[in-house]
């Protein structure tokens, strides 16, 4: 890796929300990669501490656990953050949940289930950071939403909602602070080989028989490479959002999806 690449971002402080798995903690350990100090928030402190060991322990990345849903446990998350890395140079508003049903399956629990994690954590969250960011003068925030905050999708109202809603914050928040050296710009994969979607794998089998195989296919048919995104994808589209030479990319949906959404 070319040094002064490397160097762009080093020492700078990042915050990724549901970083103990998946996509979180791939970009975690690619913003890593580039000096940069990771804060890893997640619900689930054990495995934020093995991702954050896997970084270098405690002099690169630290884990801090949170319900990104409730503003007092996003507010202490933060400020513990702070006391270990200083101010929040970079937010990646990763923490996401899914699930399927029919409209009329979709209840109240089911729906606030996932406006408070996949909407209002990202507002939450970003609402901690922007403090930062406007006294230092600098500060990015990508925001990991999904081809469904593009297009509407079939049994999966909630989500797909809940995604359009945090692409709608990311544009607004990019013309707010245009003027202030903050970009605000969302990433929208397809589906991804997570433990996420080979529930949803499972999910189809149990529901309608077929087999693992028929299963993925159904899920990948709609892309024209035929296949699942890889989590390192997502991670290097977030990195170079952050990365210097981005400066006048913000508000923008940049899809990752082989095609399937242009």
Not at 13 to 30: D, E, K, L, N, P
Not at 82 to 101: E, F, I
Not at 117 to 135: K, P, Q, S
Not at 235 to 251: F, K, M, Q
Request: hydrophobic share 45%; aromatic share 4%; net charge positive.
């Amino acid at each position: 890796m070319n040094a002064r690449k490397r160097t762009e971002l080093a020492g700078r402080h990042a915050v990724v929300t549901g970083a103990s798995r998946g996509i979180g903690a791939s970009i975690a350990a690619t913003l890593a990669a580039q000096g940069m100090c990771v804060s890893l928030l997640g619900r689930d402190e054990a495995a934020l501490r093995g991702v954050a060991q896997g970084l270098g322990g405690a002099a690169h990345a630290a884990a801090v656990t949170v319900d990104v849903s409730d503003a007092q446990s996003v507010a202490r998350a933060f400020a513990a953050a702070r006391g270990t890395y200083g101010p929040v140079d970079v937010l990646v508003n990763n923490a996401g949940q899914a699930a399927s049903a029919k409209f009329t399956d979709t209840d109240e629990a089911l729906w606030h289930r996932l406006m408070g994690v996949n909407l209002t954590g990202t507002y939450l969250c970003t609402r901690e950071a922007i403090t930062d960011m406007l006294r230092s003068g600098y500060g990015r925030i990508v925001n990991i939403a999904s081809t469904a905050g593009l297009r509407g999708a079939a049994y999966i109202t909630a989500y797909a909602t809940s995604k359009h809603a945090v692409i709608g914050l990311t544009r607004s928040l990019a013309l707010e602070y245009a003027q202030r050296n903050i970009t605000v710009n969302a990433v929208c994969p397809g589906y991804v080989d997570t433990d996420i979607v080979q529930g949803a794998i499972a999910n189809i089998m149990k529901k309608t028989g077929r087999s693992a195989a028929e299963a993925l296919g159904s899920l990948v048919a709609t892309n024209p490479q035929q296949r699942l995104i890889e989590p390192g994808e997502v991670a290097e589209a977030v990195l170079w959002l952050c990365r210097p030479g981005s400066e006048s990319v913000t508000g923008q949906s940049i899809v990752l999806s082989g095609g399937e959404v242009t």
